[in-house]
């Protein structure tokens, strides 16, 4: 064959590998036209359904989730006096729990998740797993997890924050392997499964026990390379023990005292990301002289959060501060910890965060996750003080929910012909009220979440001379909730348009602009009281002036909150001179969707500019991603972008690619822009602010 001939072989031959790699990729995209609200593809388990026994029995189940670890353990060599030379995860747990004696508490399950040492899981199994352990309670009572005690703790505190189910989670393994003498492997086992089943742990989050003492996730650690009594709770101590005659629990954490309640559950949902999507997180060691090198090589190699384990209270060398300063110029994020094993760090500064009394591995969870769900700092910095911190407020302790004063009514102080304005008196409670949710009485979710300090509410985009049934419940620190306050009230009859008719169409912020009337039929000139000296300030002006937005009912409008995305389809609508009634839309959570949201999301749909999620959701109060936000100016512009085209982004491969033809377009036109270190941040969340200076642009374009 000649050189001519070769080449061309091999042109041929690559077109061909090109044609195949398309024709198996397309019908992976063929369905993503609406492709901003496309969900994670998540990974299924087979969870061992329970045995006919089992659902006759008047015992709890339990099922074990094993990883292997030193408890699946096998001495080296058959040498039975071998503690320290073994093969971790040899023995699957179905024989395991063969070999214990039958449970006196529970009826007990297996299941094999993996079967190997705990340093060897990388983070997307511990995705896997969590979402495993999920899968496992929603059949049975409770989960016990068997892993290596190298890595225990940060293992079970991964599951602590990111496990759904308020189910008894119960981490256990052991010092020993299975097969020597002395072992501790059969006995944790055994009274891991009699934990769990005691439903004592229940809401307590993942907690750890081995050697008859239980400990929360959040608090232990390692102590001792060989010894079994290696986990400790420094400072707090432990949660309780476990002995022959019963599970013992001596304290209650944070989360136990929230239990029941919404703020339980923490802000990181697996179900939503993608195990991809988790993203490079270190941690770097101060000490005498400590350089700088770590820390610009741990930048090199992608790392976008670092933890640093400081002297004292969370001091780092001169070389080491001066790196940290270059690297957050880089987008990178910081956690402050210390290396002396207990104690607290409060001090933070721009791009790092303290890291109260988290240990080092601890906090790299955290902010591991919390960079996963958000590139904004302050929500981090959030999160951590709420989240990380889990400070007892001793206000949980009320256990009397809100309460009206005597002869208390709901009033109507203003009505329209397309609004009503509601107002109640101040709720009493004991812990202080955290704030009142309005409803109207056909709905099941509230059409308003006020603070405190709001005892006034206008509900807008209601029909002219229409009679509507409104309540309000007073909540309290605990969420714990009052009962109804209600009121009956008709809306004026009058002819849209006419003089009498104020005409207001809504804001897009929970119930429109002001929260009372205007006489004449005039609006006021809007003045926020948050925007002064803001860098949005002269775009949220202009704003107002276009119609785009009349802010909260305070008089705020919020310009660093997170944009949600039934916020910002009214904007987007408002932008488009979008007005009018839409159908209801179709969505299995319409009745989430506010009053005043539902038919600038009709009008949406109708132009194809949202679609919903696989799962026939909306999800109106989820905060909105610059991937879906950049797809839905596209196609509000009318924008024909070709889809697949890569984007100059150092992180162009977590862009979808039904989202890149969107991106570069916009790009190019000067209507979004990148974020800090040359990245997209397509999973970022938006501020208001930002979502009104895309707008302006898409305007002007």
């Known amino acids: 064959m000649t050189i001519s001939n070769s080449r061309t072989m091999k042109r041929l031959l690559a077109m061909l590998l090109t044609l195949v790699l398309l024709v198996t990729l397309l019908p992976l995209y063929g369905d993503r036209a609406f492709g901003e609200e496309q969900t994670p593809v998540l990974p299924t388990f087979p969870i061992p359904a329970l045995s006919e026994e089992h659902q006759n029995s008047p015992l709890p189940n339990v099922i074990v989730v094993a990883t292997g670890g030193t408890l699946a353990g096998a001495a080296r060599n058959g040498d039975k006096t071998n503690f320290q030379s073994y093969a971790a995860g040899t023995y699957p747990m179905a024989e395991l729990v063969a070999q214990l004696p039958k449970h006196k508490t529970a009826d007990v399950a297996t ?112 102590s001792n390379s060989h010894r079994m009594d290696t986990f400790e709770t420094p400072m707090l101590g432990a949660l309780g023990y476990v002995d022959d005659a019963a599970v013992r629990i001596y304290r209650l954490n944070a989360r136990a005292l929230k239990a029941g309640q919404a703020n339980w559950a923490t802000p990181f949902d697996l179900r939503t990301i993608s195990k991809d999507e988790l993203p490079l997180v270190e941690i770097v060691y101060n000490y005498q002289e400590a350089g700088g090198g770590a820390i610009r090589a741990l930048v090199e190699d992608g790392a976008k959060g670092i933890v640093t384990a400081g002297t004292g209270a969370g001091g780092i060398s001169s070389k080491m501060s001066a790196a940290r300063s270059e690297a957050i110029k880089k987008g990178v994020t910081f956690v402050s910890t210390t290396r002396t094993g207990s104690g607290s760090i409060y001090s933070g ?251 600038a999301i009709a009008q949406a749909v109708k132009l194809g500019i949202i679609s919903g999620y696989p799962d026939g959701t909306f999800r109106p109060d989820g905060n909105i991603s610059r991937t879906e936000m950049v797809v839905m100016i596209g196609r509000a512009m009318g ?52 979502a009104i200076t895309v707008m302006i642009r898409m305007l002007k374009s």
């Open 111 to 222: 299941y094999q998740f993996g079967n190997k040492g705990s340093g060897g899981y990388s983070m997307k199994e511990l995705y896997d797993l969590s979402l495993a352990v999920d899968a496992a309670l929603e059949i049975y009572d409770s989960a016990v997890v068997t892993t290596g005690t190298d890595t225990m703790e940060e293992i079970a505190y991964f599951l602590d924050l990111t496990v759904r189910s308020e189910k008894p989670v119960v981490v256990t393994g052991a010092m020993r392997p299975w097969d020597v003498i002395g072992t501790d492997g059969p006995a944790n086992l055994y009274q891991a499964i009699k934990v769990a089943s005691s439903g004592k742990t229940k809401w307590y989050g993942t907690v750890i026990m081995l050697n008859d003492v239980i400990h929360a996730a959040r608090e232990v650690t390692k």
């Open 349 to 599: 500064g721009n791009g790092i965060i303290a890291g109260d009394n988290l240990n080092p591995q601890h906090a790299r969870i955290m902010l591991m996750l919390s960079l996963a769900f958000t590139d904004n700092f302050t929500t981090m910095k959030g999160w951590f003080e709420t989240v990380g911190t889990q400070d007892v407020d001793v206000t949980a302790l009320d256990n009397s929910a809100p309460a009206w004063p005597v002869d208390s009514v709901l009033s109507a102080t203003a009505r329209s012909g397309s609004s009503i304005t509601l107002s109640w008196p101040q709720a009493l409670d004991d812990g202080g009220v955290a704030g009142y949710e309005v409803y109207q009485s056909s709905g099941t979710s509230p059409i308003a979440q006020l603070t405190a300090d709001h005892t006034t509410f206008r509900v807008t985009g209601l029909n002219s001379g229409t009679a509507y049934g409104f309540y309000v419940i007073a909540v309290d620190n605990r969420g714990m909730k009052s009962v109804k306050l209600s009121g009956s009230f008709s809306t004026l009859s009058v002819t849209p348009g006419s003089p009498s008719d104020p005409g207001e169409t809504g804001g897009e912020e929970q119930g429109g602009g002001e929260s009372g009337e205007h006489g004449g039929g005039h609006e006021e000139p809007i003045s926020f009281t948050d925007v002064a000296g803001h860098w949005s300030e002269a775009l949220v002006k202009e704003a107002i002036a276009l119609g785009i937005t009349s802010g909260y009912p305070d008089g705020s409008f919020k310009p660093d909150k997170t944009v949600s995305r039934a916020e910002f389809t009214v904007l987007l609508m408002k932008a488009m001179k979008q007005g009018g009634d839409g159908e209801t839309p179709a969505f299995s959570d319409a009745n989430s969707i506010g009053v005043w949201a539902k038919n």
């Open 639 to 690: 924008l024909n972008a070709a889809t697949g085209a890569a984007t100059e982004f150092a992180d162009d491969a977590s862009i979808p690619v039904w989202a890149k033809g969107a991106v570069n377009e916009l790009i190019a036109k000067g209507i979004v822009q990148g974020r800090s270190n040359n990245r997209f941040a397509p999973q970022g969340t938006a501020t208001r602010a930002e």
